[in-house]
């Protein structure tokens, strides 16, 4: 019952920080449950000791591959996390920890817990951390506090971590400025299944993955591959220079495993070598930096009863096009200076 | 000398706003191209009176069709709009204004002056407005500019409004925010061009016009078609509802401008009569409205030396790796709050 592990009961906690970082940093997965928990918590004490917390951890942080991995639901993402998570840990002897962005995710709320799912294995492995998305926050504070899990499960000497997105909202644009690597998982329905995925995807995509290509489909399969093959070779080269594979694969079979781990090692090689792989953590901190920033610094401004008031004046003059946005916007500005000043 | 006029000597000018509406609501260029002149002034006393002139004419905004274009230096966005301009104003009776969002835009400069550039023909008709993007702005300063000159283009009665971008920046995205059709302008060279399109334009684009397609070069004009139509079907499909067109076009012998016109028309059917093309406008307003919220109260805190300061310490610490993103942002914003309070 490690998964649940302080989410009850949670705001009545006491939370040791030195205890805490002790231990984590001997990969003790209760107190890293714990510290997941701490971060959560949206009480204002808590939070300065989630801030102490990271402060203390942060250099300890780093030393790992951040996968993210989406698809439609149906497209097999929990059974894919299982068999190739399974693989990881077992045959490449790597640390797994698997997080969530959206509160839909298929690793959030019960189906981990049930007995019939294949996640099962998974989550019993003494290798291996799974932690839910947290309840009760909204997207962007989600992203914020996964971003921050991650620190705490690298400094608990987790090597390889997986995020899971449903890839039908916005959270994919989050989950790409927290990892390393993009994975897209596919059907061998050649096309049918993108509709249900928001356009921009295939284009961050860095391994598209058909899952699901078994016997039977093997022909649809290999038709959908040279199709996404194809297309792929249309987009302009990305930043990584790495040219994105399409492969086959069975999940549920736990198919093919070895080759989508081969090709991660050689992205992980090819960033390393090229100097992408650093140079791209350090923009996407200084990217959550500034979107937090920004964020906090509306947070501070809707506090004042009076600015929240003139915001929502303003903004329903800008929806019924009464008002021009960028004087709206420098109008509620003015309002901060004003009531701050006077 | 239209083109230039307020450019010199700005900050020594004198707005009588009063005049502006007056001449800007009668299609007077002169006042047109002053307007403009004053939104784009930096000068604190003008930005109150550009506020001012924003407010009285917004109302009288919005009935036009916005057109992005974008594409590559060389694939011909100059003289497609000389093009493509000329016919909409010749043979449709529009009204045709033309901005751009990017420093190194084709209209932005010299080019546009120069006798030799077609463009000539198109900004000597009457019934023609070109405005080259402002000097000694930001990106983010243009791409809000740009955002006001179409309140003021539509004010005057421009039915018609284009907006250049070069295709290899950030700008795409700004003008994808502000434009009510996307257009990319390819080569027949059916792919290497792309190398220096930035990523995610492809699926933004409404209308993929492959121009150069002349004679010599139409075989490979009709393989890149193909390639670009089956990428599109495996695109997710757009929230428009709009399947994007391939075309082939030479804006150099003005040929198949009849067909991109009536393709445009038919987009703007499509997104009038499914609601698109007004909900998207609104989205767009809010989207600005949000995002100049941001920037303007970050300028705000960045006013104050010490804050400022202390920004460009904890953006070093981020990047050094040695504090959580979220954690700075915090410490800033704390720093903000007893800035003013203490």
Same mark, same amino acid.
């Given at each position: 019952?490690?998964?649940?592990?302080?989410?009850?009961?949670?705001?009545?906690?006491?939370?040791?920080?030195?205890?805490?970082?002790?231990?984590?940093?001997?990969?003790?997965?209760?107190?890293?449950?714990?510290?997941?928990?701490?971060?959560?918590?949206?009480?204002?004490?808590?939070?300065?000791?989630?801030?102490?917390?990271?402060?203390?951890?942060?250099?300890?942080?780093?030393?790992?591959?951040?996968?993210?991995?989406?698809?439609?639901?149906?497209?097999?993402?929990?059974?894919?996390?299982?068999?190739?998570?399974?693989?990881?840990?077992?045959?490449?002897?790597?640390?797994?920890?698997?997080?969530?962005?959206?509160?839909?995710?298929?690793?959030?709320?019960?189906?981990?817990?049930?007995?019939?799912?294949?996640?099962?294995?998974?989550?019993?492995?003494?290798?291996?951390?799974?932690?839910?998305?947290?309840?009760?926050?909204?997207?962007?504070?989600?992203?914020?506090?996964?971003?921050?899990?991650?620190?705490?499960?690298?400094?608990?000497?987790?090597?390889?971590?997986?995020?899971?997105?449903?890839?039908?909202?916005?959270?994919?644009?989050?989950?790409?400025?927290?990892?390393?690597?993009?994975?897209? =998982?596919?059907?061998?329905?050649?096309? *049918?299944?993108? +509709? $249900?995925? #928001?356009?921009?995807?295939?284009?961050?995509?860095? !391994?598209?993955?058909?899952?699901?290509?078994?016997?039977?489909?093997?022909?649809?399969?290999?038709?959908?591959?040279?199709?996404?093959?194809?297309?792929?070779?249309?987009?302009?080269?990305?930043?990584?220079?790495?040219?994105?594979?399409?492969?086959?694969?069975?999940?549920?079979?736990?198919?093919?495993?070895?080759?989508?781990?081969?090709?991660?090692?050689?992205?992980?090689?090819?960033?390393?070598?090229?100097?992408?792989?650093?140079?791209?953590?350090?923009?996407?901190?200084?990217?959550?930096?500034?979107?937090?920033?920004?964020?906090?610094?509306?947070?501070?401004?809707?506090?004042?009863?009076?600015?929240?008031? =003139?915001?929502?004046?303003?903004?329903? *003059?800008?929806? +019924? $096009?009464? #008002?021009?946005?960028?004087?709206?916007?420098?109008? !509620?500005?003015?309002?901060?200076?004003?009531?701050?000043?006077?």
């Amino acid at each position: 019952m490690l998964l649940l592990s302080g989410i009850t009961g949670m705001s009545h906690q006491d939370f040791n920080i030195k205890e805490l970082v002790t231990g984590i940093l001997s990969s003790g997965k209760v107190a890293l449950a714990r510290g997941i928990t701490l971060i959560e918590s949206k009480n204002t004490q808590h939070r300065k000791l989630a801030d102490d917390l990271l402060n203390r951890l942060i250099k300890r942080a780093g030393n790992s591959f951040r996968i993210g991995i989406t698809g439609v639901p149906g497209a097999g993402k929990s059974t894919m996390i299982e068999s190739l998570g399974l693989f990881l840990v077992e045959q490449r002897q790597r640390k797994l920890a698997v997080l969530a962005v959206d509160p839909s995710s298929s690793i959030s709320g019960g189906s981990i817990l049930g007995d019939k799912t294949r996640m099962n294995r998974l989550s019993n492995n003494p290798n291996v951390f799974i932690r839910p998305t947290p309840a009760g926050l909204s997207l962007g504070g989600v992203a914020e506090r996964t971003r921050e899990s991650i620190i705490l499960c690298e400094a608990a000497g987790f090597d390889t971590l997986m995020i899971e997105t449903v890839g039908v909202g916005q959270s994919e644009t989050a989950v790409g400025s927290m990892v390393d690597l993009f994975v897209l =998982l596919m059907l061998p329905g050649a096309g *049918d299944e993108l +509709q $249900g995925i #928001k356009r921009g995807i295939m284009e961050m995509a860095d !391994l598209i993955i058909i899952n699901k290509s078994e016997a039977g489909v093997l022909d649809k399969a290999n038709e959908a591959r040279r199709n996404y093959e194809s297309a792929l070779h249309l987009f302009p080269s990305k930043v990584t220079g790495w040219m994105p594979k399409v492969l086959l694969a069975s999940a549920l079979y736990a198919e093919n495993m070895e080759t989508i781990s081969h090709e991660m090692d050689q992205f992980h090689t090819h960033v390393n070598q090229n100097g992408y792989f650093q140079s791209n953590r350090v923009a996407q901190d200084v990217f959550w930096f500034n979107d937090s920033l920004g964020k906090q610094l509306e947070d501070f401004l809707m506090a004042n009863p009076k600015l929240s008031e =003139l915001k929502i004046q303003l903004e329903r *003059d800008v929806r +019924q $096009g009464s #008002k021009n946005p960028f004087t709206a916007a420098r109008e !509620l500005v003015d309002g901060l200076t004003k009531g701050l000043i006077g």
